[in-house]
């Protein structure tokens, strides 16, 4: 099975971030182990993307598979990548409670065609699955929970090898900035992630929610980059808004990584049957530490002085269109509920195109 060196234990960068400012764009994904079972084809169309950009683009601990807890895969949000998204909140504070956690590097910092980024997101499920022959547990951030729902949808062979999905400031249905980013040229992804766009509508034509899996979607009201932050509600799974959990509770789009209410809620989903359920959580819940486990002030100015700012550059500088992606892979045939007149295997390319959601942000 490939797998990558663990992620690393302790926050190297606390104190250092100016150091990570000028190391930030050197980053890349560790290689998987040489020699390894390679997995079995994923449960659908055959992926497009060469198997050794797959491989190196998830990393995994090398003792994969012996944690008594599903396996985690944690899916970045747009203009960052994993390091970026997860090493300072989830990926640390999930790993010291004994979960297995895996991230995925999507190509372009999660700028380019979301159709094909979502091929890593199908190996890495498949591939995990493989290692460790539990179902996996997996949290997107932002276009995160979009990428989770692509590769469920058309790959509905992974639909039984997921227990639950979880979605954090997700733009189910798009987001006025991306309708401004987008008036005349922008990156594929985010004229995909715009109100209205033909692969939204695409996605969301059939059901939101498609089979056994356990779907969990967190949003807040102060959520500056999905406006209008109802965009994250999705008809079909657990949607929770956590002022309704928690009053004038103060969370940003990037908040949603660091909050402890939403981890609490996130924990629930993962360790119970079915969606989180805000009704489990403990007294006084909203009233304790506001961060999670292992996050403090340095964490925050990492987000601010080093995330943010690369979220923004790598949005500014990536290759741009003037129109959605037209290209649409291979994809399974769609249910007859969705699309009775087409014929040919998976959406039409001209409904195929995806709000803006730039991932991270810490307005």
Same mark, same amino acid.
Request: proline share 11%; net charge negative; aromatic share 4%.
């Given at each position: 099975?490939?797998?990558?060196?663990?992620?690393?234990?302790?926050?190297?960068?606390?104190?250092?971030?100016?150091?990570?400012?000028?190391?930030?764009?050197?980053?890349?994904?560790?290689?998987?182990?040489?020699?390894?079972?390679p997995?079995?084809?994923?449960?659908?169309?055959?992926?497009? #993307?060469?198997?050794?950009?797959?491989?190196?683009?998830?990393?995994?601990?090398?003792?994969?598979?012996?944690?008594?807890?599903?396996?985690?895969?944690?899916?970045?949000?747009?203009?960052?990548?994993?390091?970026?998204?997860?090493?300072?909140?989830?990926?640390?504070?999930?790993?010291?409670?004994?979960?297995?956690?895996?991230?995925?590097?999507?190509?372009?910092? *999660?700028?380019?065609?979301?159709?094909?980024?979502?091929?890593?997101? #199908?190996?890495?499920?498949?591939?995990?699955?493989?290692?460790?022959g539990r179902?996996?547990?997996?949290?997107?951030? &932002?276009?995160?929970?979009?990428?989770?729902?692509?590769?469920?949808?058309?790959?509905?062979?992974?639909?039984?090898?997921?227990?639950?999905?979880?979605?954090?400031?997700?733009?189910?249905?798009?987001?006025?900035?991306?309708d401004?980013?987008?008036? &005349?040229?922008?990156?594929?992804?985010?004229?995909?992630? &715009?109100?209205?766009?033909?692969?939204?509508t695409?996605?969301?034509?059939?059901?939101?929610?498609?089979?056994?899996?356990?779907?969990?979607?967190?949003?807040?009201?102060?959520?500056?980059?999905?406006?209008?932050?109802?965009?994250?509600v999705?008809?079909?799974?657990?949607?929770?808004?956590?002022?309704?959990?928690?009053?004038?509770?103060?969370?940003?789009?990037?908040?949603?990584?660091?909050?402890?209410?939403?981890?609490?809620?996130?924990?629930?989903?993962?360790d119970?049957p079915?969606?989180?359920?805000?009704?489990?959580?403990?007294p006084?819940?909203c009233?304790?530490?506001?961060?999670?486990?292992?996050?403090?002030?340095?964490?925050?100015?990492?987000?601010?002085?080093?995330?943010?700012?690369?979220?923004?550059?790598?949005?500014?500088?990536?290759?741009?269109?003037?129109? &959605?992606?037209?290209?649409?892979?291979?994809?399974?045939?769609?249910?007859?509920?969705?699309?009775?007149?087409?014929?040919?295997?998976?959406p039409?390319?001209?409904?195929?195109?995806p709000?803006?959601?730039?991932?991270? *942000?810490?307005n």
């Amino acid at each position: 099975m490939p797998t990558a060196v663990r992620v690393p234990r302790r926050r190297a960068w606390r104190g250092a971030v100016a150091a990570l400012c000028a190391a930030l764009f050197t980053l890349s994904p560790a290689a998987p182990a040489t020699g390894a079972e390679p997995p079995p084809p994923a449960p659908g169309p055959p992926l497009t #993307v060469p198997a050794d950009r797959l491989d190196a683009a998830l990393d995994c601990p090398d003792d994969l598979g012996r944690s008594e807890r599903d396996p985690v895969l944690l899916v970045h949000g747009t203009g960052v990548d994993a390091g970026l998204n997860w090493s300072w909140n989830y990926a640390p504070a999930l790993r010291d409670l004994g979960y297995d956690v895996c991230t995925v590097d999507l190509p372009g910092r *999660s700028l380019t065609d979301i159709q094909e980024s979502a091929e890593y997101v #199908v190996h890495a499920l498949t591939t995990v699955r493989a290692a460790t022959g539990r179902p996996v547990d997996a949290i997107g951030h &932002s276009q995160g929970g979009l990428q989770l729902r692509w590769a469920l949808t058309y790959w509905p062979g992974l639909q039984g090898f997921v227990d639950d999905a979880v979605s954090l400031g997700t733009p189910e249905y798009g987001a006025v900035a991306g309708d401004l980013v987008c008036a &005349s040229s922008c990156a594929p992804a985010l004229h995909q992630m &715009s109100r209205g766009s033909a692969f939204l509508t695409a996605l969301n034509s059939g059901d939101p929610t498609p089979g056994p899996v356990s779907y969990t979607g967190i949003h807040t009201r102060n959520d500056t980059v999905v406006v209008p932050h109802r965009s994250s509600v999705r008809e079909g799974a657990r949607n929770i808004e956590l002022q309704d959990v928690c009053g004038i509770r103060l969370v940003t789009h990037i908040g949603l990584v660091y909050d402890s209410v939403t981890f609490r809620l996130v924990r629930d989903a993962l360790d119970r049957p079915g969606p989180a359920d805000p009704a489990r959580l403990p007294p006084g819940a909203c009233l304790g530490d506001p961060y999670l486990p292992g996050v403090g002030a340095a964490d925050l100015a990492y987000a601010a002085a080093v995330v943010a700012p690369a979220a923004a550059a790598a949005i500014a500088t990536a290759p741009k269109t003037g129109t &959605s992606p037209r290209r649409a892979p291979t994809r399974p045939g769609r249910r007859a509920d969705r699309d009775r007149t087409r014929t040919g295997p998976g959406p039409d390319p001209e409904d195929l195109a995806p709000t803006i959601d730039i991932g991270v *942000s810490v307005n």
